[in-house]
């Protein structure tokens, strides 16, 4: 699931919202590096769903799934950009992916200076895409905080946040898969009540009555049951099998 990414790599914002033409809305105008023309990327991956050439180039760009809000919100996601010079590239069912250009900053329509007019909606595109405020001027349906919508992270160069604080997409730090090693099986010896522990033993050749000393192995191990057994010998150790 996708989080929406601030559209601008440059952030700065030159009007928030409740303010000047912003009234009654939660648009910003980011006005990018400098005085030139900064591109604009997709926040989400998403389909238009509207363009408007009568007024600013307006295009509202519809998330293709629910995204990740900043302030836990789990929703579609609608956004209205506004400004670019031209849009004659675009028509409305294109896909766009998440972090594709598309969409630049410019003078259309009421404008001072170059910059991309953005507003965030929650929800998916309904109606005409938009309605006229009590302040007169045209915003986005379902108009929502663009701080409880929008992420930054490292790619976001800050130059001005006119005061706002986005939440940070913090990068992923990849943990090595550690190798999952068996304990082996150590069992207890078992001691066998029918056999001595004694390592030595004494017999008498009737022969010539000599007495020969013969070794019997020490009993470490009686096994239980048919299976498979390991064990680790050091150099100079011997191995009996009864």
């Known amino acids: ?12 914002i030159t009007q928030g919202y409740m303010t000047g033409t912003h009234l009654d809305s939660y648009a910003i105008d980011d006005a990018g590096s400098d ?10 991956t998403g389909i238009i769903r509207k363009i408007y050439t009568g007024d600013a180039n307006e295009v509202w760009l519809e998330s293709s799934e629910p995204v990740i809000y900043p302030d836990g919100t789990v929703d579609y996601m609608t956004m209205m950009f506004a400004h670019d010079n031209d849009v004659s590239n675009l028509f409305v069912g294109k896909v766009i992916s998440r972090g594709e250009r598309f969409y630049e900053e410019g003078m259309k329509g009421n404008a001072t200076g170059n910059h ?4 965030c909606g929650k929800g998916k595109f309904t109606g005409s895409g938009w309605h006229q405020n009590s302040a007169n001027y045209w915003s986005i349906n379902n108009g929502k905080n663009p701080t409880e919508c929008l992420w930054i992270d490292d790619s976001i160069t800050v130059l001005d946040n006119n005061g ?3 939440k940070r997409i913090e990068p992923e730090v990849s943990v090595p898969d550690t190798p999952v090693t068996e304990e082996p099986i150590v069992e207890d010896p078992v001691e066998d009540n029918n056999s001595s522990n004694d390592t030595t033993d004494t017999t008498v050749d009737d022969d010539n009555n000599s007495s020969t000393e013969v070794v019997k192995p020490k009993l470490i191990f009686t096994c239980k049951s048919d299976d498979i057994y390991a064990i680790e010998l050091k150099a100079g150790q011997k191995l009996y099998i009864e």
């Open 164 to 166: 706002y604080t986005f």
């Open 35 to 44: 005085t030139g023309i900064d591109f604009i990327v997709a926040p989400f």
């Open 1 to 12: 699931m996708e989080k929406p990414l601030y559209p601008s790599p440059y952030m700065r």
């Open 116 to 119: 991309v007019h953005m507003e």
